[in-house]
């Protein structure tokens, strides 16, 4: 497996859990990772081999020296490149090791460098996190219908039962026992478009009790606060800052919010999902197929209206609660992610009749 570096995004969460997995399943599993350190670099288990290509962070995530040593010396029978960055090499891995199953993996919204769709055009096979995204990487021509599949993001985390004590934890953060919290957990970025959920949240009748927490790490985060503290929000808007393990922050809250312009599928949405929280989201590609309520990209009125009936009727957002939570629990298991990826090598493997 391999990974430019493991940050705190969704990516290389789905990294780490696949890497144990698999080994977890008897496989000798290697994730190279070209830098070193990241604030995952602990969820691998012991029973993965690690291998980083730079002796020091240079802060460089394209920068990945003896690679292709590296992948040699450890003779693959499948290279599963993960990350934007990783999937840029993806083609050479390819081209020199030509006996391995490499298999490139697209997972994100955003448009992909003239490297990455060199891969998808070069790899063995192409696995799409949504059905939104295949049929774009499709449509695209950048790859055949039978060299790509859809192997949907798993649960990382699993559910944390809600706290006997679910008031007297918020209100330790300052959240009124009759307002209702709001959450996003993803990493702070300008795709992420942070800056109009705020916006709406802050547009809501005067009467609604709300509050929202954000959850997190990234280069908007500060610019995001700055603004917090000017309209003078502080109070009701809190940045809970990076949790290696948010688990605890979902049963104490009562809505997922999501503005976000690109994703593939999003690991904030599956989480809060089976931890039983209703969401709201801007229909960005494969957010549909988490299985919460979209609206429009970009259509602040129908944004606003919803959020607004979903702060002020508890009865809608317990019904939505028991639905959103069995989804996620047929559709997202980690057990059912393994299995897939596990059939796809043995099929890519399996000898031609």
Known sequence: MVQDYLRSGGTERQSCTLANAFAEAGHQVMLLTFRPGGPLSVLPSNRVLRQVLQTSDLGWDWFAPGLIGAARRFDPDAVLCMG???NCFGWLLSARLPKAAVVA?????KSLPWLFRRTLRRARHVVANSH????RVLAAGQATPERVSVIHNSLVFAPSPPPPNRNALRRERGVPDDAVLLLWVGMFRPEKNHQECLDLVARLPA????????????????????WTESHRLSARIQFLGFQPNPTALYPLA?????????ESLSNFLIEAHAHGLPSLAYAASGVAECGGTVVPMGDQQAFLGA????????????QESARVRQFALDAFSPEKQTRAYLDLFQRLLAPSP
């Open 84 to 86: 934007r960055m990783a």
């Open 105 to 109: 993996t697209l997972r994100t919204g």
């Open 132 to 135: 939104e995204t295949r049929e």
């Open 207 to 226: 009467g609604l009790p709300w509050h929202f927490w954000l959850v997190g790490d990234g280069p908007t985060k500060d610019r995001l606060i700055r």
């Open 254 to 262: 009562d809505l997922a919010v999501m503005t976000s312009r690109s």
């Open 307 to 318: 959020l607004e009936k979903r702060v002020a009727d508890p009865a809608f957002r317990r």
